[in-house]
């Protein structure tokens, strides 16, 4: 009679190699959903959907909400602030129409994920966070992944100095009731800025806003869609 053999696993590197490549097809998947999600709600811009895909949002995310992050929800920071669901930082980054050449102001830094997204479509990126803890945290994100055409700068947004431009886009992550003078001074001409704004309309709702400076100095603006935004406040923050 023939003893019946034993059978013989794996090596431990060919486990662990399945088990990797597994991971990886787990997170190609992913990716290819959250961009599928996108395209889904209109996003067009192949620059745009390539950076988003790239920018990994769960390490921009609280450890807790990292489960979340693909999902099209705005998510708690820190400092009473949020991370604006994935449709609506693509949306307003969308309406910037950036070239590779651009220089971009972002007002809001947050955790530091709409920063990334435009770091990896620009040449450089100025982003202002009036917190100190959500600057220092966004900054070490951002070195974490290996971005280095981004600087978060500790200030108060809405008082820009006259000379810190001109930038030919500019991102405010906020709602503001009347253009702040500081922001459309640092806008070069044929410049683009996006913000949010209360639609006259209707009562707490905003209106997504496309600003553009006209060859003759002048500005346009123009109404792209319903957003949810918080109020853009002056001054740094008292809550560090």
Avoid at 112 to 126: C, K, P
Avoid at 189 to 212: F, N, Y
Wanted: some cysteine.
């Amino acid at each position: 009679m023939f003893r019946q053999m034993e059978s013989v696993g794996p090596p431990q590197e060919d486990e662990r190699a399945v088990n990797i490549s597994a991971a990886a097809n787990r997170i190609a998947e992913a990716k290819a959903a959250f961009v599928l999600q996108l395209r889904a709600r209109g996003i067009r811009d192949l620059a745009l959907l390539r950076a988003m895909e790239k920018v990994p949002r769960e390490i921009f995310v609280p450890h807790r909400y990292a489960d979340l992050a693909a999902r099209e929800l705005s998510i708690p920071i820190g400092c009473g602030q949020t991370l604006s669901e994935p449709w609506l930082v693509a949306r307003m980054i969308e309406h910037l129409a950036l070239a590779p050449h651009h220089r971009v102001l972002e007002i809001g830094t947050g955790s530091g994920y709409a920063t990334a997204v435009l770091a990896a479509i620009v040449e450089t990126v100025t982003s202002v966070e009036r917190f100190h803890s959500l600057a220092i945290a966004a900054r070490l994100r951002l070195e974490s992944i290996g971005v280095a055409n981004a600087k978060i700068v500790l200030g108060d947004g809405l008082a820009m100095a006259p000379d810190a431009g001109p930038f030919d886009r500019i991102l405010v992550h906020g709602s503001v009731e009347e253009l702040p003078p500081s922001l459309t001074g640092l806008l070069a001409a044929s410049g683009k800025m996006v913000l949010g704004k209360p639609d006259p309309a209707a009562k707490h709702r905003q209106v997504l806003v496309e600003i553009t400076r006209n060859n003759d100095g002048s500005l346009t603006e123009q109404p792209r869609g319903t957003c949810r935004l918080q109020p853009l406040m002056p001054g740094l923050a008292r809550i560090m």
